[in-house]
Each structure stands twice: as structure tokens, then as C-alpha cells.
């Protein structure tokens, strides 16, 4: 894991969130690694700036164990699940998408050409906003007219406040994912942001990754996912929430929505993963990924 962590000499400034950067460079070597693309990102490299792109592309069989394979597989397998949950929202007829926690996401880039009506809100905290808006500058990337900032932190302020204030329509039906999001921040925040959600209107989407409750998982995974857990608290970016599927099942009907589909690593290795030759596979069960439709 620790090769996938921002170095201080990729840019002037290092990434302020290490988890933003690692998902952006598994997304970065899935495209210099795996020949089936789960996801096509051209974009990936250049969004970690010039010197962590040139060292990849350098030695990109260094971040090829076991381990970042999974990782690699979990990343770019919950990508492709969400962007076809939005693709499925936009041939419905809507035209607003929120990504919160946006990290170094390029959808707005790879859509622009082919989707210029859908509006891209990318919510983020502040510092994280800037750094990703200055690799945009340097590698001379012009901003699509339909991406809109939206600098926040959901430990201030819900998602649904900060979108209505960057100009989101609310009253209209919205597309919104969730990645890596709610693992970070505590039980209440959670619950509030589910609320605040429920805002929307019927006919919104909703994509959200979840960490599985240690009751919910056997021995093994237990322990990988204290080991991560470890991990990631050590690196200043402590995971605080978990619930079993029943749970959030729970929580998003209580704002209205109705869980369409709740994935484990297995149905995504089924659905994006399966007769690969070179084995790419999302390892054990610590969380699920789940979308939703707002009925009520």
C-alpha cells in the first residue's frame, strides 16, 4: 500500500488526501497494466502530475502484487459500476451528476466531448479541490463548461446544501455516487447525509460504497480488513463507520430510497472480472457496493 501513497516530489505540493491519490493511481496503472480495460481512463496519469506519472510508466510491475491487484480490481470494478448506474439515469432523461468526494474523478473529462448537457458537480474538500485544479493547469486542461466546483467539507456542512449553493437543481431528479466517502466519517454524519439526501426528488439515483460490520464477515476477513483499518488510521485517515447490509437497507429507506442492488466483491468480480487471463480480482468481503433509487 505504501507505493501508492503521494510522494512530495510528484509536485510542488503533495496530494492533501493520500486515499484520493491512491484510488487515482490504481485507475492510473489499471491502464498500463490489464489489457481488457474494466475502465478507460485516459486522463488517470496526468491527474497525479508529471513526476508520479513518469515513475509509473516507468515501473508500473512494481505496483503489481497480490495486494494492489485487488485494490486495483476493487477500484476500477466500483468506477465502472457507478458510471453505468449514471448512464442508465442520463438515458432516463437526467442531466445532473454529483460526485461526492470527487477525489482526482475524471468523468467530467471523458464526458465532455460526448455529454455536454449533464451537468458534473464535484464536491470535495477545499484543499483537495485546489490541488486537483492545479494538475488541471498544468497539464493544460481546459475546464468543461458543464463541471462545477463545489468546495466543501461533510463534516460542516451535507452534500445536499453544498450542490443547492453551487447551483445544483435540486427539484430536479440527480444522479449522485459516493465512493469512499462514508468509511471516513461517523455513524451520525452518515445518517444525516442519508437524510439530506432524501431531499431529492423521486426519480434521483444514488451509488455508495460501505464498510461491512466485522459480525458480517468470516475469520480471514476480519483480520485483513483490521489490518487496512490499521493501515489507514495510521496514514491520518481513520475509517469510522461500518453497518451490515440490513442496516443501510434501512437508513436509505428512511430517506426514501429503495435499494436496487447491494454487491459484494463476488457479483462485481462476476459482472466486470470474470475469464480474465491475468486473474485481476477484487480479494475478500469488507465492503459492498450498493445503488439506490429515490421512490418517495
Known amino acids: 500500500m ?15 488526501s493520500p486515499s484520493a491519490f491512491r484510488v487515482a493511481t490504481a485507475r492510473a496503472l489499471h491502464q498500463l497494466l490489464d489489457q481488457a480495460r474494466v475502465l478507460d481512463d485516459p486522463f488517470a496519469l496526468g491527474s497525479l502530475g508529471p513526476a508520479s506519472a513518469a515513475a509509473l510508466m516507468l515501473d ?35 442531466r445532473q451528476y454529483a460526485i461526492v468526494g470527487a477525489g482526482l474523478d475524471t468523468w467530467a473529462l471523458r464526458a465532455a466531448q460526448a455529454l455536454p ?11 483537495m479541490q485546489a490541488w486537483k485544479q492545479q494538475r488541471h ?7 468543461p463548461a458543464s463541471l462545477h466546483w463545489v468546495p466543501a467539507d461533510l463534516r460542516d456542512t451535507s452534500a445536499a446544501d453544498a450542490l ?25 454524519v452518515v445518517a444525516r447525509e442519508a437524510m439530506a439526501l432524501g431531499t431529492l426528488p423521486v426519480g434521483s439515483s444514488l451509488v455508495l460504497d460501505y464498510r461491512l460490520d466485522e ?19 495510521a496514514g491520518g485517515e481513520p475509517w469510522r463507520s461500518a453497518s451490515t447490509p440490513e442496516q443501510m437497507k434501512q437508513l436509505l429507506a428512511s430517506a426514501g430510497f429503495d435499494v436496487e442492488e447491494d454487491l459484494g466483491p463476488a457479483e462485481l468480480n462476476t459482472r466486470y472480472l470474470a475469464k480474465r487471463r491475468d486473474g485481476l480480482q477484487i480479494a475478500g ?3 459492498r457496493y450498493l445503488s439506490a433509487v429515490k421512490v418517495r
Request: with cysteine; charged share 15%; net charge neutral.
Open 60 to 94: 508500473p510491475d512494481a505496483h503489481n502484487d497480490v495486494s494492489n491487484r485487488s485494490l486495483r480490481a476493487g477500484i476500477v470494478a466500483r468506477s465502472r459500476f457507478a458510471e453505468d448506474r449514471l448512464l442508465r439515469a442520463i438515458a432516463a432523461g437526467g
Open 137 to 143: 493547469a498544468e497539464n493544460r486542461w481546459a475546464t
Open 164 to 188: 443547492a449553493s453551487a447551483g445544483a437543481r435540486l427539484g430536479a431528479p440527480m444522479a449522485v455516487s459516493i465512493l469512499g466517502v462514508w468509511v471516513y466519517l461517523d455513524p451520525a
Open 2 to 16: 505504501s507505493s501508492l501513497t503521494p510522494s512530495s516530489t510528484s509536485t510542488s505540493t503533495p496530494c492533501p
Open 285 to 287: 468481503g469488507g465492503f
Open 215 to 233: 459480525s458480517c464477515l468470516n475469520p480471514i476477513e476480519r483480520t485483513m480488513m483490521q489490518f487496512t483499518a490499521h493501515m489507514m488510521a
Open 117 to 127: 448537457s449533464v451537468d458534473v458537480f464535484e464536491l470535495d474538500q477545499p484543499a
